[in-house]
């Protein structure tokens, strides 16, 4: 696949994302990635009043990056990695900010699918006011109709797939539009390796 | 089997003039109808390549329902196979009979909804309030209609006839009962956060989810649900049972289909690319820390399968998408209340008289449709729902389901205006008779059949002469000028 049609399937799940009302970040390599949290977490996290705890799970091919101690530099109070043997419920219902990978994400829809498994919890996607994503550079696909595709391709469907388009939002009352309903009011995407020719 | 749906027991006439009378509600439903079709064409026009899908997603539909008893065997063993268990429920009451003995086995107290027609159609809440427990809906808008004690008015704004000072209302008693802290104002969004604020705290004890299912694919056991409030997200993984109870004509054969049609209810019904929350279920959870241990689907009937086979088979590919709701110049000033049962709109007038075999809803092809052709052109699914419409007309008249009067009176019209003879004789007579309803010159009341329709509307008089009474009497002379 040529780098050429992934950075323009950036750009339109960027502009279709934003458009949804969620937030974009992309780092060209892993060292800006530091400062793209801190300044997400400005954005997202600050302002609001929040205490900053976070709880959180990361692709297992970047598991080793500093993640706890960019999140700290960036804002972070209390920090809790998924624990499939803990009660991550309760947990995760008294966090303030979700940060989970994603398994690729599309662009005509801008949607991040995120696929639920041992070390991959969804509740910080739905409980936290704030959710931020981190997803592989390399992982856009054009269409969710593809990355739907490409799952079945890979054989077993995880017990539950996400597809996210955006923060959630309502129009229930009179038709004003409304975000932050049940799930996360602030939602912002963090493309890494960009620059990895992905 | 013929299927059983709620039934409003006020005649539709008190039903129209309430729709009329309530302009909270027609303001909003015009606004919002307004906004989602605007965004409609706008996607579409977008991403000229979403209708290939779409037409794909026709054929995906319409096979299925072709398919269906292989496809309900493979789905049934499918989900088996990933840890859950299947049900088949023939009737309203069988479903929630299923559903009350799964909250049995399981020692279920409390139980949180996500929004789902076929549960209202089904009247399931009413069935597990009156085996002890205790339901919330947790979308916002059936959480207000829920504390009002009222029904959806739109499939996808089911509040939309309330307006915020009634809801902050509804919110300060509601906050009484629940200790908490009442709404401060009636902004909209002052309000959400309340309901996300009180809900929380029954996501969290909750014992039982309940949703509805957008599409389930037999291929692999998938159950598909659409949200923007992200509510189904949380009633499919905090509490420890769920359930989903789904219509058996949701069902695709493949992924792929699955992959064809997944936008189209967002695209057609909001004018969104995809809900922002969209949950594909699979299995219950196995080996990870959050989810259900146990994982229900019930597939219900009702009155469904009745239909394939007959002409009005394509009923069945309907995806609840609200895309007719929001075109129907009927629904847009009547609203969802006035069709007296679950399902408003076109799909409504076809789909409540089908399911019930006319038990409820006959009278809705009569007098809810203007044979404006909107729907035909909304529907993505290519339903043909003004021709339904009209066999389902026919299908009245043949069983004797019109007053007599009424199918009197038409007989006569339909004979006398047959013939060109029996039309101008019906003019001479109007002519004759018409000076006893005139107002300064217009035609404004009427005897008989004709009479409603002059309520709104008045018309020109027949005139003196008509062109082809003058024409008569003047060809005759062109005809010797000529000849001369």
Redesign the interface.
């Known amino acids: 696949m040529s780098v050429d049609l992934k950075s323009l399937w950036r750009e339109t799940f960027r502009a279709r994302w934003e458009a949804a009302g969620g937030h974009y970040y992309q780092a060209a390599d892993r060292e800006a990635l530091g400062s793209l949290l801190a300044q997400a977490w400005g954005e997202l996290v600050t302002g609001q009043t929040l205490s900053g705890r976070v709880v959180y799970w990361v692709p297992p091919a970047v598991e080793d990056w500093p993640w706890e101690t960019w999140l700290h530099r960036a804002g972070a109070q209390d920090l809790f990695k998924w624990d499939a043997t803990a009660d991550m419920r309760s947990r995760a219902a008294a966090c303030d900010v979700g940060l989970t990978g994603a398994l690729w994400f599309a662009a005509e829809t801008g949607t991040v699918a995120i696929a639920q498994g041992p070390t991959m919890g969804l509740l910080p996607t739905v409980l936290p006011p704030v959710h931020l994503i981190v997803v592989d550079a390399a992982s856009v696909v054009p269409t969710v109709q593809e990355g739907l595709k490409q799952l079945q391709a890979q054989g077993s469907l995880p017990p539950m797939l996400k597809l996210i388009s955006g923060p959630s939002m309502t129009a229930d009352i009179e038709g004003t539009l409304v975000v932050g309903v049940h799930g996360p009011g602030k939602v912002g995407v963090i493309v890494y390796g960009v620059g990895d020719g992905g | 089997m013929i299927g059983n749906l709620p039934s409003d027991p006020h005649p539709w006439s008190e039903r129209r003039e309430a729709g009329l009378a309530n302009t ?1 509600m027609r ?2 439903l015009g ?2 109808t307004r ?1 989602f079709s605007v965004g409609k064409r706008r996607v579409f026009a977008e ?1 000229p390549e979403q209708e290939a ?1 779409r037409r794909l997603g026709v054929e995906a539909k319409r096979q299925a329902i072709a398919n269906l008893d292989s496809l309900l065997d493979q789905f049934a063993s499918k989900v088996r196979s ?1 840890g859950g268990t299947a049900l088949m429920a023939g009737t309203a009451h069988e479903a929630v009979e299923a559903v009350r003995s799964i909250a049995a086995t399981h020692q279920v107290k409390v139980v949180v909804k996500s929004k789902s027609m076929l549960t209202e159609e089904i009247q399931l809440n009413r069935g597990l309030e009156a085996a002890g427990l205790t339901v919330l809906e ?4 059936e959480y ?1 209609i829920q504390r009002a004690h009222e029904t959806p008015s739109h499939i996808l ?4 006839h ?3 000072q009634q ?1 902050r209302e509804l919110f300060e008693d509601d906050a009484k009962t629940a200790g908490l802290a009442p709404p401060v104002s009636d902004a ?2 002052t ?3 309340y ?2 604020e009180r ?2 705290r029954e ?2 004890q909750a014992d039982m989810g309940v949703t509805g299912g957008n599409f389930g694919v037999a291929e ?1 056991g ?1 159950v598909v649900l659409v949200t ?4 189904a ?2 009633v ?3 509490p420890r049972v769920l359930v989903t109870v789904m219509g058996v004509e949701k069902l695709v054969a493949r ?2 289909d ?3 049609l ?2 189209q209810p967002a695209m057609n019904g909001i004018g ?20 259900p241990a146990a994982w229900y689907v019930v597939l219900v009937d009702n009155g469904r399968q009745r239909l394939r086979h007959t002409v009005y088979e394509d009923v069945l590919s309907c995806i609840r998408c609200g895309a007719c709701l929001n075109v129907c110049p009927v629904f847009r000033q009547v609203g969802g209340h006035a069709y007296g049962s679950v399902y408003s709109g076109p799909i409504g007038v076809v789909e409540t008289p089908l399911l019930t075999n006319f038990g409820v809803g006959a009278e809705l092809p009569s007098v809810a449709c203007t044979m404006c052709h909107a729907c035909k052109e909304a529907c993505p699914m290519e339903i043909d729902l003004p021709g339904h419409i009209i066999r389902l007309r026919q299908e009245k008249v043949r069983r004797h389901l019109n007053a007599a009067s009424l199918t009197a009176s038409y007989h006569w019209w339909s004979r006398i205006w047959a013939t060109p003879r029996g039309y101008r004789w019906s003019l001479r007579w109007a002519r004759r008779l018409q000076g006893l309803y005139q107002r300064q010159g217009r035609l404004v009341r009427a005897p008989g059949i004709a009479r409603g329709w002059f309520q709104t509307r008045d018309m020109p008089p027949v005139a003196q002469e008509t062109f082809i009474e003058w024409w008569q009497r003047h060809r005759g002379g062109l005809d010797r000028e000529r000849r001369s």
């Open positions: 909270t303001q909003t606004l919002v906004r991403d899908a990933n947790t979308d916002l808008g207000i704004a089911p509040a939309a309330k307006n915020r809801i909209a969004s309000l959400t956060q309901a996300r809900l929380r996501f969290l692999t998938t923007n409030e992200g509510n997200d949380l499919t993984t905090l992924w792929e699955l992959t064809l997944i936008q969104q690319r995809l809900s922002a929350y969209t949950t594909l279920i699979s299995g219950p959870a196995a080996s990870v820390a959050e989810g």
